[in-house]
């Protein structure tokens, strides 16, 4: 069985207007790569970086969030 973590990062626009990087990817973007029907998607940890790395209010951002997922492809 092929099993692999997935580590994405969740975001609004930078105050520059640009979207990365690094680039938002939400759950439904993951899905979209990894459709359901083949794969088994598990969000293993979403945690709210913007306490721990200021870099991102800076840079603009109302929220940061680092987002964690185990794909496994199904048989």
């Not at 692999?4 to 640009?18: S, V, Y």
């Not at 088994?40 to 790395?53: A, Q, V, Y």
């Amino acid at each position: 069985m092929l099993r692999r973590a997935c580590a994405t990062t969740q975001h609004d626009p930078f105050k520059n207007g640009k979207l990365g990087p690094p680039f938002s990817v939400t759950e439904a973007d993951v899905s979209t790569l990894f459709p359901p029907a083949h794969y088994g998607i598990e969000l293993l940890k979403r945690e709210d970086r913007m306490p721990i790395e200021t870099v991102w209010r800076d840079r603009g951002c109302n929220y940061f969030f680092e987002a964690t997922y185990l794909i496994t492809k199904k048989r």
